[in-house]
Every structure is written in structure tokens, then in C-alpha cells.
Antibody, heavy 115, light 107 residues
Framework: QVQLVESGGGVVQPGKSLRLSCAASGFTFSIYPMHWVRQAPGKGLEWVALVSFDGGNKYYADSVKGRLTISRDNSKNILYLEMNSLRPEDTAVYYC????????WGQGTLVTVSS | DIQMTQSPSTLSASVGDRVTITCRASQGISNYLAWFQQKPGKAPKSLIYGASTLHSGVPSKFSGSGSGTDFTLTISGLQPEDFATYYC?????????FGQGTKLEIK
């Protein structure tokens, strides 16, 4: 069955970096575009970024452009989110999701940016 | 950016009721509209894509309609497990955007 498992979250100081991973299994990872979506505590869902099936195209929300980088390794079936220059407003649960229309979601990983 | 506006923000209903949630896009998105259900502390679950197509395994009590700028999610025969927050989302153009959510509460 389709599984998406995020990891890499934690507490980090403002200005620091963090890398999130999303391990995919149960489907042919290399043919699907993949997203990162986040949800700040008590708030709604915010789309963060999309990477095309082959990693050749990437799209970002304006709020993260230039600081967060989406990538993927199709040989390992892993999606990444490299997070730099983190701000307190980046505090959220980060989810990975499959396909253009978000058909499957992972369980999320919490990132807390605080001094 | 395309703004997605859901109404109402909160909806109170009873078990067995039929309810409708509305989602309006600030510009036309054809049928590139999805609906999600989220329960507290859980990841969102996909219900509908293409405005009206149910994902596999989603019960037929859920239905979606609309095209262009106006969309609806209807849930019939409410059961206790249906009380949750529902989000619409457009995937017509970047940046993809979500509605603010509709919390469905038990009356």
C-alpha cells in the first residue's frame, strides 16, 4: 500500500537550517510529482512546494522562495525539503503529498523554530 | 495568486443531516479543485479531485460539484466520524492555494 513517511523535524534556532525527508513506498515514486504542504499550529493548510516527477521542475510559495528547496532522489524513493534561514513563522507540521491533486499524504513532521 | 474562499467557516449540524460547504475561487480554475477532510492531530485525507471525482475508498455520501469559480462539497447522512474540518484547494496554477477551512461541528 502507498506509504509516505516524513522525518527530520525538530527544534531549531532562527537562522539555522534543517532538512526534511519523505520516504515513499508501495508505488512507483519516480512517475509522480510530489509536494510539501505545511500547517502552522492551529492554522490552515499552506502549500509550500512541488517538484516534477523527474526533479526537473520546481515551484514554490512566495513565502519560502529562496530559503526552502525541494528535491528528490528517485533511486532512493525519497523526497527532500532543505530549509535554510529559518524563521519563527516557519514553525509548522510539514506534510509530503503525492500527485498533482494530493491523493496521498504522509503523517507529517513538526518543525519548531525558536530560540 | 488565486484566492480560495470557503463558507461557512463553521457549520453546526446533527447526525443524519445533509450539509453543503461552498468554495469560491477568485478567478476561473476550470475543475482543478480538490477537497480534503482533516481531523484533529491527523493528516489531511483526500476526498475529491477534479471537482467531482471521489478518490478510491471514499464513500458516496460525499459529493462535489462546480466548475469555473464556484464549487460545493455535500455530505449526506452525517455520522459522528464526519465531524471534522474540510478544505478546498485549487491546483490550476501556481502557487497552489487552499481555502481557510470549514469546521463541521456537532449541534
Amino acid at each position: 500500500q502507498v506509504q509516505l513517511v516524513e522525518s527530520g523535524g525538530g527544534v531549531v534556532q532562527p537562522g539555522k537550517s534543517l532538512r526534511l525527508s519523505c520516504a515513499a513506498s508501495g508505488f512507483t515514486f519516480s512517475i509522480y510529482p510530489m509536494h510539501w504542504v505545511r500547517q502552522a499550529p492551529g492554522k490552515g493548510l499552506e502549500w509550500v512546494a512541488l517538484v516534477s516527477f523527474d526533479g526537473g521542475n520546481k515551484y514554490y510559495a512566495d513565502s519560502v522562495k529562496g530559503r526552502l528547496t525541494i528535491s528528490r532522489d528517485n533511486s532512493k524513493n525519497i523526497l527532500y525539503l532543505e530549509m535554510n534561514s529559518l524563521r519563527p513563522e516557519d514553525t509548522a507540521v510539514y506534510y509530503c503529498a503525492r500527485r498533482q491533486d494530493f491523493d496521498f499524504w504522509g503523517q507529517g513532521t513538526l518543525v519548531t523554530v525558536s530560540s | 495568486d488565486i484566492q480560495m474562499t470557503q463558507s461557512p467557516s463553521t457549520l453546526s449540524a446533527s447526525v443524519g443531516d445533509r450539509v453543503t460547504i461552498t468554495c469560491r475561487a477568485s478567478q476561473g480554475i476550470s475543475n482543478y479543485l480538490a477537497w480534503f477532510q482533516q481531523k484533529p492531530g491527523k493528516a489531511p485525507k483526500s476526498l475529491i479531485y477534479g471537482a467531482s471525482t471521489l478518490h478510491s475508498g471514499v464513500p458516496s455520501k460525499f459529493s462535489g460539484s462546480g466548475s469555473g469559480t464556484d464549487f460545493t462539497l455535500t455530505i449526506s447522512g452525517l455520522q459522528p466520524e464526519d465531524f471534522a474540518t474540510y478544505y478546498c484547494q485549487q491546483y490550476k496554477s501556481y502557487p497552489y492555494t487552499f481555502g481557510q477551512g470549514t469546521k463541521l461541528e456537532i449541534k
